[in-house]
């Protein structure tokens, strides 16, 4: 016997579409507000996966006593971060109680009321068209999965099964499979909402219109700096544009929103006895948004943060990637650094053989100088650099990237782009003595040779530990710091430098 449920979307929405006349005879239906009596929307974005909604919603509400049903809020709002407040003249709306539902009305989630019921299953004959209808009591609807609602913190659940899982009692024979659509009894269970919605208990001193201002946390909303810089010429110069990639996926689209972003690391506590869950990445379309011709960001320190306001209104649209500029420097000098690093372990330890072919790694280094259009706080992001010169083929070629932090103005920019092909370092440990039970000395020869054509520097950089002095150096040496030592090697073209030198080390 072939008894199985096809798709319940296509037979769930007609059962419950024949119910919803009924149930909306036998409830009463609360005072609502939509997205539609929006007046504005204010939408600030933390680089934390989290926003802040502010907007304003003019709407009718009866006198006295009454629900009231504010839709629209985003899938992944956080209630218990909910501010009312009434703007109308007069006196205000109260709000009493708040009740955030996000039972579904879907398919799966209805059908789940009714495990252990008696359901109608219908299948219609191929080709025949005849109708055929049994009753079963509905056992299992197997496996289901879902997707989180309430800001990932595990609120609600929007559910899905396999209706070719479910499995029936057919008057004592337990069967699956089959092609049929499952009508469900003739009411729908209460607490069903089509999309998360506040609903809140209010009392007004009289009807009429009122203009409300409500605001929330969500999660969902997010922002990143991605940078480029272009180098010209010989690569001492170089023009920098910041983007900020805004995406939200919070489950509602905020047309014509003020957007504001705010960069900083901002404490966000975990829910109590729940640890922080981030919200699951969807796919998302992408949008591109040029600043060329339409007022950019402008900054602002907020407290410990800064805050950075797009001066005219945007879209943010639900499920979508977007890119906007927030800066912009031309001719800003840029300065290359060759960087070769060892281990720290090394200056207690015996190494053996030789370390051959070893490359420094290359740093451009700015500073975000308001001298050269910047002078403004940089967000924390990656920095793309690419170079360009004229005559060459292709145009523009991409050198490497790199993380940055945030980044306060007058300050540098680093930028490890990779390493250098043409500078070829070769070490080897020439002598290691222990000295007691607490000390050892240690010898090292670097060799290093520079196949370019114009002279560079290497800065050699050694990390180190315990308690250490340089004994001996055949080139000056710098102490960058109580665990660092650091020797500028200079390489002029197609030639090569031998550095030495022994270092005694303490250690406890």
């Known amino acids: 016997m072939r008894v199985l449920a096809r798709s319940g979307p296509r037979a769930l929405p007609f059962a419950a579409a024949l ?78 109680e708040q009740n955030y539902r996000y039972d579904i009305l879907a398919p799966t989630s209805l059908i789940q009321r009714y ?80 999309r998360p919605t506040l609903f ?55 047309d014509d929103a003020q957007l504001k972003l705010v960069a900083g690391d901002v404490n966000v506590a975990p829910p109590a006895g729940s640890s922080f869950r981030m919200a699951r990445p969807m796919m998302m379309m992408a949008a591109m948004d040029s600043a060329a011709s339409a007022p950019g960001f402008v900054e602002e320190g ?10 005219r209104p945007t879209d943010l649209r639900d499920r979508e990637q977007k890119q906007i500029e927030l800066l912009s420097g031309s001719g800003i000098p840029v300065e290359r650094h060759y960087r070769l690093y060892s281990q720290p372990y090394w200056y207690v330890s015996q190494v053996s053989g030789i370390q051959e072919n070893l490359h420094p790694d290359v740093w451009l280094e700015f500073v975000n100088a308001e001298t050269v259009g910047l002078g403004v706080p940089l967000p924390a992001g990656t920095v793309r650099v690419y170079e360009t010169e004229a005559g060459r083929a292709g145009g523009r070629q991409f050198l490497g990237e790199d993380s940055i932090r945030h980044t306060a103005r007058e300050e540098r920019v680093k930028v490890r782009t990779g390493s250098a092909f043409d500078i070829v370092v070769d070490r080897r440990q020439t002598d290691y003595d222990v000295i007691g039970s607490e000390a050892v000395s240690t010898e090292w ?53 031998v550095l030495t030198y022994r270092i005694r080390v303490e250690y406890y």
């Not at 005879?25 to 939408?43: E, K, L, N, Y």
């Not at 196949?451 to 001996?472: M, Q």
């Open 115 to 194: 495990l252990g019921e008696t359901v109608t299953l219908v299948h219609v004959v191929p080709g025949t068209g005849e109708v055929r209808r049994r009753e079963a009591t509905l056992l299992s609807i197997g496996d289901v999965t879902g997707t989180t609602y309430g800001g990932g913190y595990g609120i609600g659940t929007a559910a899905y099964s396999n209706p070719w899982e479910y499995v029936y009692d057919f008057g004592g024979e337990v069967s699956f499979g089959g092609d049929w659509r499952i009508i469900v009894p003739s009411e729908v269970p209460a607490g069903f909402v089509s």
């Open 19 to 96: 119910l919803l006349p009924a149930l909306a005879a036998a409830q009463p239906q609360p005072a609502r507000t939509t997205a539609s009596d929006r007046v504005s929307a204010a939408v600030t974005i933390y680089n934390q996966n989290m926003g802040l909604v502010r907007e304003v919603r003019e709407f009718e509400v009866p006198a006295g006593a009454a629900e009231l049903a504010y839709e629209d809020v985003t899938a992944q709002i956080r209630p218990e971060t909910v501010h009312f407040k009434d703007l109308s003249s007069g006196q205000a709306i109260r709000v009493l």
């Open 200 to 254: 809140w208990n209010i009392e007004a001193p009289a009807a009429g219109r009122h203009r409300v201002e409500a605001s929330y946390l969500t999660n969902g909303m997010n922002w990143k700096a991605d940078y480029v810089l272009v180098l010209a010429g010989d690569g001492a110069r170089g023009d920098l544009t910041g983007w900020v990639t805004l995406t939200n996926d919070a489950g509602i689209t905020f």
């Open 445 to 497: 020869e670097l060799k290093l040779r520079n196949r370019k054509t114009t002279p560079v520097t290497v800065e050699v950089r050694e990390p180190t530990s315990g308690d250490w002095e340089i004994v001996s150096s055949s080139l000056p040496y710098v102490k960058e710091s109580s665990r660092e030592v650091r020797f500028d090697v200079v390489l002029p073209p197609d030639r090569e430098v």
């Open 302 to 311: 907020m407290f410990e943060y800064h805050l950075y306001t797009l001066g």
